[in-house]
């Protein structure tokens, strides 16, 4: 048998060991009232852009200037028809707080399809964001819902070119964005019911910007907010450009869309 002067020391190391181990657990519990990470699901995929590089611009992106913990959908077809498969699931935006839509199938007609997508949307109570081609997805449909829930409708859109940014409203989603700000590249979706009968920003959307490029003095909405069934929506027809997509300006204000949607964007 060890002496006792011997198994003392031990003894106190053991349990300095031990209170240094549960002081770090506890520092790594989160405090009382501090926010989760937001649990968002990203679905891209389609014809006519590079989402298999855009996917990762988004998700590192806004994950570099909010804490978020994704998921991903990517089903990529050149085919305007393709139906993305969680789509089917009635419940297939459970669990999530929001969702990312960033996809390109304008040719899908299945009113049933598409209106499954919105009610997804309103029976989880997740938040929408939409970017560029997600809102000429679907355009096919004879359905209403979807674009209600985007808050404004397009159907077809401009020559590939920079665009000019004008503020249309003080709102704290784009109030940091530079007034007059250029993308690096673009395609500008014509949102303008004045110059494209097809095209309508519903009442519930509010308009924060508008864009133009040189080969038409027409604006035409671009950056907006929008309410649906008590689900808030931020949209953009801008990104068609990874180039844009990556700007600091552009994932700045998708990440602000994001945060009030969820309204966190004081935090």
């Not at 970017?131 to 674009?147: F, I, P």
């Not at 070119?161 to 249309?168: A, D, E, G, S, V």
């Amino acid at each position: 048998m060890k002496p006792l002067r011997l198994i003392l020391p031990i003894a106190t190391l053991i349990v300095a060991v031990l209170a240094v181990t549960l002081a770090a657990q506890d520092a790594k519990k989160p405090e009382a009232g501090e926010k989760k990470p937001i649990r968002a699901l990203l679905i891209t995929g389609g014809c006519c852009h590079d989402y298999d590089t855009q996917k990762k611009i988004l998700m590192a992106g806004i994950g570099e200037r909010t804490e978020v913990k994704w998921d991903l959908v990517y089903e990529q077809f050149d085919g305007r028809e393709h139906e993305i498969g969680i789509y089917d699931k009635p419940d297939w935006a459970a669990g999530y707080d929001v969702v990312v839509h960033n996809e390109c199938y304008g040719a899908v007609a299945n009113d049933a399809f598409v209106d499954r997508i919105v009610e997804g949307h309103v029976k989880a109570g997740a938040s929408a964001i939409f970017l560029h081609c997600s809102m000429h997805s679907y355009r096919a449909a004879k359905t209403d819902e979807y674009r209600k829930l985007i808050g404004v409708s397009s159907f077809n859109h401009g020559k590939h070119h920079p665009i000019t940014l004008k503020k249309l409203a003080k709102h704290p989603v784009i109030d940091p964005l530079p007034d007059g700000w250029v993308t690096p590249n673009g395609e500008l979706y014509n949102t303008n019911p004045k110059t494209h009968p097809d095209a309508k920003i519903w009442d519930t959307a509010t308009a924060l910007a508008e864009g133009t490029i040189p080969s038409t003095a027409d604006p035409q909405a671009c950056i907006w907010v929008n309410e649906y069934k008590g689900i808030r929506v931020f949209g953009t027809t801008l990104g068609h450009h990874n180039e844009t997509m990556s700007d600091p300006h552009y994932l700045d204000l998708v990440t602000r869309g994001l945060l009030w949607t969820q309204k966190r964007l004081g935090e």
